[in-house]
C-alpha cells in the first residue's frame, strides 16, 4: 500500500492527475462544470468520491442503479455498498486505494411536476 500512496501523491493537484481542494484550494478551478436545461432534469445526485466509488472503484452499480438506490433505498443504503466493499478489501489487495474507508457522502433530490 506504501508504494500505492506515494505514487499517486505524484498525480495530486497537477495537469494530467488529480485536483483535491482540501489540500490546495486552488485545485477547486479545475472544477468541471456544465449546464442541462431544467426540463431535462429529473433526478439528481451530489457525491462525494467516496461514495462515487460504488461505481467508479467498486463497480457495485451503475450510474442509473446508483440513482435507483438513493431514490428507493436512500443515501445510507449506498454507503452501506461501499462500506462493505471496503471491509471486504480492508487492505486495498483487491482494490487499491490510499485508506481502508473514505469519507463517503450522498445527498439526492427527485424533480416532481
Known amino acids: 500500500r506504501r508504494e500505492y500512496v506515494e505514487t499517486l501523491g505524484t498525480y495530486r493537484n497537477r495537469d494530467g492527475g488529480f485536483w483535491v481542494a482540501s489540500t490546495d484550494p ?40 446508483l440513482l435507483d438506490v438513493l ?26 486505494r490510499s485508506k481502508t474507508h473514505d469519507d463517503a457522502t450522498a445527498a439526492n433530490v427527485m424533480v416532481h411536476e
Open 26 to 65: 486552488l485545485a477547486a478551478d479545475q472544477a468541471l462544470t456544465g449546464t442541462t436545461p431544467t426540463d431535462q432534469v429529473h433526478a439528481a445526485a451530489l457525491l462525494t468520491d467516496g461514495a462515487a466509488d460504488a461505481v467508479t472503484r467498486y463497480r457495485l452499480v451503475t450510474w442509473r442503479q
Open 71 to 96: 431514490v428507493q433505498d436512500g443515501p445510507t443504503a449506498l454507503i452501506r455498498k461501499v462500506r462493505e466493499a471496503e471491509r471486504s478489501d480492508p487492505h486495498g489487495e483487491r482494490w487499491p
